[in-house]
Nanobody
Framework: QVPLVESGGGLVQAGGSLRLSCAAS????????KGWFLQAPGKEREFVAT????????TYAESVKGRFTISRDNAKNTVHLQMNGLRPVDSAVYSC????????????????WGQGAQVTVSS
């Protein structure tokens, strides 16, 4: 079973907003650091945003800083990515992830992954 499941993706016009959500099942991730990563067609997975287990630390890729906001609700075992001011270059598959290890912005450090949600931004 996939432990993390994303939702909220879709098609939006440039300048619009989407809110991605990631629900966990099978285990609690309240003590895990979490992140969002994107993968465009034919490209490697890239860091978007991460949040520490307690929500105190957040880190963003420079390209999304000021536009995207990562948040989490440990009581609901969820993590979210609010995406504002979307641009066509943001189009990609967005995956949520969790790690039991140290806080990291590197995708290879994450242990659990969702299947990904497609985000398409039209010009």
């Amino acid at each position: 079973q996939v432990p993390l499941v994303e939702s909220g993706g879709g098609l939006v016009q440039a300048g619009g907003s989407l809110r991605l959500s990631c629900a966990a099942s099978g285990r609690t991730f309240s003590t895990y650091h979490k992140g969002w990563f994107l993968q465009a067609p034919g490209k490697e997975r890239e860091f978007v945003a991460t949040i520490s287990w307690n929500g105190i630390i957040t880190t963003y890729a420079e390209s999304v800083k000021g536009r995207f906001t990562i948040s989490r609700d440990n009581a609901k075992n969820t993590v979210h990515l609010q995406m504002n001011g979307l641009r066509p270059v943001d189009s990609a598959v967005y995956s949520c992830a969790a790690t039991a290890g140290s806080y990291s912005c590197t995708s290879t450090e994450y242990n659990y992954w969702g299947q990904g949600a497609q985000v398409t931004v039209s010009s």
